[in-house]
């Protein structure tokens, strides 16, 4: 039998309620710490509500996140990577990134990771992620973004 074919049966599977092979997969958000559905300030700006620091000590009401994260289809179960690579003061649980007001462009995750292959019932998939084996350099990230926002704020920019 042909990898297409299994595919096809498994999908029939699930659409027929035989098999639940879309039970489990990628549903873990990438980077949720403060998205609007985490939002509990009290001026509505999701975005500065709290920080890369602050998610990592913060139980979410609404969903999780996670490196390479993988859940069952309504999130009761959740897993994902950790990591550490010896120099960082913190394990590595999720995407670092910038918020609107720190990135240029929203959201900024400052990361190298690729979903590279994956079936549509999940039975299959391949990711990666490149973590540096030196210290990831957080505050240097939000320093430099932070210095560049200056210098173009001030040419009206």
Known sequence: MSAKNTETIRLQEARD???PWKKWGPYLSERQWGTVREDYSDNGDAWSYFTHDQARSRAYRWGEDGLAGISD???HLCFALALWNGRDPIIKERLFGLTNAEGNHGEDVKEYY???DSTPTHSY???LYKYPQAAYPYANLVETSAAFWEVESNFGC
């Open 73 to 75: 289809d309504k999130q």
């Open 17 to 19: 309620g035989k098999a």
């Open 125 to 127: 998939m391949k990711y």
């Open 114 to 116: 690729f979903y590279l």
